[in-house]
């Protein structure tokens, strides 16, 4: 059975920052692609950032520059650093991972081809 458990997440005051781990259980990350996708209205999740098998990158245009991806094969874990952070990054985050090296920029959470983990809360006071 795969799982992904994320943790990480917190309430932190603007300009903070906070690092999201994502580990796997029955899934190997070396040949998948990693995603990391936030929750907005009527449970549509938006992709935030993205690492693929031959190491490229995706982020959103709006957290260029402040979040980072990254990932450690040896230990079955993904992160998502992120940096000043802003009021209107607070969600809660998701991580997502699949063997077809594609993530849509939109789903519906926790729904579609994707391994989900359970989601973690991001929250950024003013």
């Known amino acids: 059975e795969v799982q992904l458990v994320e943790s990480g997440g917190d309430s932190v005051q603007g300009g903070g920052s906070l690092r999201l781990s994502c580990t796997a259980s029955?899934?190997?990350?070396?040949?998948?692609?990693m995603g990391w996708y936030r929750q907005g209205a009527e449970n549509k999740c938006e992709l935030v950032s993205s690492?693929?098998?031959?190491?490229?990158?995706y982020y959103v245009d709006s957290v260029k520059g402040r979040f980072t991806i990254s990932q450690d094969n040896a230990k079955n874990t993904a992160y998502l650093q992120m940096n000043s952070l802003k009021p209107e990054d607070t969600a809660v985050y998701y991580c997502?991972?699949?063997?077809?090296?594609?993530?849509?920029?939109?789903?519906?959470?926790?729904?579609?081809?994707?391994?989900w983990g359970q989601g973690t809360q991001v929250t950024v006071s003013s």
């Open positions: 997502a991972a699949n063997k077809m090296n594609l993530f849509p920029r939109y789903i519906q959470c926790q729904r579609g081809p994707n391994y």
């Open positions: 029955g899934f190997t990350f070396d040949g998948s692609a």
């Open positions: 690492i693929y098998s031959d190491g490229k990158t």
